[in-house]
């Protein structure tokens, strides 16, 4: 079959992550790679492929049929958008924008030109999360009646140097890195249908969040927790703990705990406790762990493949705009609720 032309627009630490994902993908070709800041022309040269400074010369020059772009969360609408309307179907790097108001822009957009959009929640791609899904939601814990996640990991200071990475709209942990552990319980879980947060920025003082304690309410019935902080070492969160980003330290741990009427599951380590068929129940007798076994993937590039099929139209996207929008509006929605003090229906925004 013929490679699926793509290109990379905004080429920084994850956008050359994708552009090299890219040049290695036997049913994909890289043929451009686009960024605001000429330094990044590195990126171009090492992977052999043109260099441009705007996604409008790119397109008219290069003609990918696919761009992904990893640009700033602002930046993400007016990007999409360009290449939409030269009828160039897109990857958007999670979340799909930093206002509902400019998720809504690409979802006129994209339904006006015809194009497809993936939003770029690889973990729904991950054989473990995978896994955890069919095991929560195929009744191995009995009907789920609780989530807990603890997100804690200690960001070194020169991270928050990106100036859009400390300001709002679009900066702060829970848009950066918790918007995916949202997005996950929504796959894993089903809808969330209210948030209750507190967050607070004592430790780095900047104006955006560095520490969070949210209460959520599920469509099903369930309640979860989820307890973040981006100013407190620990060996407990998803990019630690699944060690599916090689360059961050690993441990083996659990981070996400699912309670069911019928026992428990822990991921990633994904020990299933249960109580032995046939045997008594009661918090007097003794559980028994089963540890399921996945044979691991890598989500990003399994993500690029389903991309290709994508802007082939052989497939429809995993996560296309409006389900993008919706995990935008379950962050937005936490970040609307410690503002005003109340909760907060993820639906209405």
């Given at each position: 079959?013929?490679?699926v032309?793509?290109?990379?627009?905004?080429?920084?630490?994850?956008?050359?992550?994708?552009?090299?994902?890219?040049?290695?993908?036997?049913?994909?070709?890289?043929?451009?790679?686009?960024?605001?800041?000429?330094?990044r022309?590195?990126v171009a040269?090492?992977?052999?492929?043109?260099?441009?400074?705007?996604?409008?010369a790119?397109i008219?020059?290069?003609?990918?049929?696919?761009?992904i772009?990893?640009?700033?969360?602002?930046?993400?609408?007016?990007?999409?958008?360009?290449?939409?309307?030269?009828s160039?179907?897109v990857?958007i790097?999670?979340?799909?924008?930093?206002?509902?108001?400019?998720?809504?822009?690409i979802?006129?957009?994209a339904?006006?030109?015809?194009?497809?959009?993936?939003?770029?929640?690889?973990?729904?791609?991950?054989?473990?999360?995978?896994?955890?899904?069919?095991?929560?939601?195929?009744?191995?814990i009995?009907?789920?009646?609780?989530?807990?996640?603890?997100?804690?990991?200690?960001?070194p200071?020169?991270?928050y140097?990106?100036?859009?990475?400390?300001?709002?709209?679009?900066?702060?942990?829970?848009?950066?890195?918790?918007?995916?552990?949202l997005?996950?319980?929504r796959?894993?879980?089903?809808?969330?249908?209210?948030?209750?947060?507190?967050?607070?920025?004592?430790?780095?003082?900047?104006?955006?969040e560095?520490?969070?304690?949210i209460?959520?309410?599920?469509?099903?019935?369930?309640?979860?927790?989820?307890?973040?902080?981006?100013a407190?070492?620990s060996?407990?969160?998803?990019e630690?703990?699944?060690g599916?980003?090689?360059?961050l330290?690993?441990?083996?741990?659990s981070?996400?705990?699912?309670l069911?009427?019928?026992?428990?599951?822990?991921?990633?380590?994904?020990?299933?406790?249960?109580?032995p068929d046939g045997?008594?129940?009661?918090?007097?007798h003794?559980?028994?762990?089963?540890?399921?076994?996945?044979?691991?993937?890598?989500?990003?590039?399994?993500?690029?493949?389903?991309?290709?099929?994508?802007?082939?139209g052989?497939?429809a996207?995993v996560?296309?705009?409006?389900?993008g929008?919706?995990?935008?509006?379950?962050?937005l929605?936490?970040?609307?609720?410690?503002?005003?003090?109340?909760?907060?229906?993820?639906?209405?925004?």
């Amino acid at each position: 079959m013929e490679q699926v032309r793509l290109a990379v627009v905004g080429v920084g630490a994850m956008g050359a992550t994708h552009a090299e994902l890219v040049h290695a993908c036997p049913a994909c070709a890289l043929v451009g790679v686009c960024d605001t800041d000429p330094t990044r022309e590195v990126v171009a040269a090492r992977l052999g492929v043109p260099f441009y400074t705007s996604a409008e010369a790119l397109i008219g020059e290069a003609k990918p049929s696919g761009a992904i772009i990893a640009t700033p969360t602002g930046e993400h609408a007016v990007t999409a958008m360009a290449c939409m309307q030269r009828s160039v179907h897109v990857l958007i790097e999670k979340p799909i924008a930093s206002t509902m108001a400019q998720a809504e822009d690409i979802l006129r957009t994209a339904h006006a030109s015809g194009t497809r959009v993936l939003v770029g929640y690889h973990r729904r791609h991950n054989a473990l999360i995978r896994e955890t899904r069919e095991l929560v939601r195929g009744g191995r814990i009995g009907r789920i009646v609780g989530v807990s996640v603890l997100w804690s990991a200690l960001k070194p200071d020169d991270y928050y140097r990106v100036g859009w990475r400390r300001e709002r709209p679009a900066g702060g942990p829970t848009l950066i890195n918790l918007v995916h552990d949202l997005d996950s319980l929504r796959f894993i879980c089903g809808e969330i249908t209210e948030v209750y947060a507190h967050t607070r920025s004592a430790v780095r003082r900047l104006d955006v969040e560095d520490s969070a304690s949210i209460a959520l309410e599920f469509e099903n019935g369930a309640v979860g927790t989820v307890l973040a902080s981006d100013a407190c070492p620990s060996p407990w969160s998803y990019e630690g703990t699944s060690g599916e980003n090689p360059a961050l330290f690993h441990a083996d741990r659990s981070c996400y705990h699912f309670l069911g009427t019928s026992g428990a599951l822990a991921f990633p380590e994904l020990d299933l406790w249960r109580y032995p068929d046939g045997a008594p129940r009661g918090w007097q007798h003794p559980l028994e762990r089963v540890r399921i076994d996945v044979v691991r993937n890598d989500p990003l590039r399994a993500q690029l493949e389903h991309f290709c099929r994508v802007v082939e139209g052989v497939e429809a996207p995993v996560v296309d705009a409006e389900t993008g929008a919706r995990s935008l509006a379950v962050a937005l929605a936490v970040l609307e609720s410690a503002r005003e003090g109340r909760p907060i229906d993820p639906r209405c925004l």
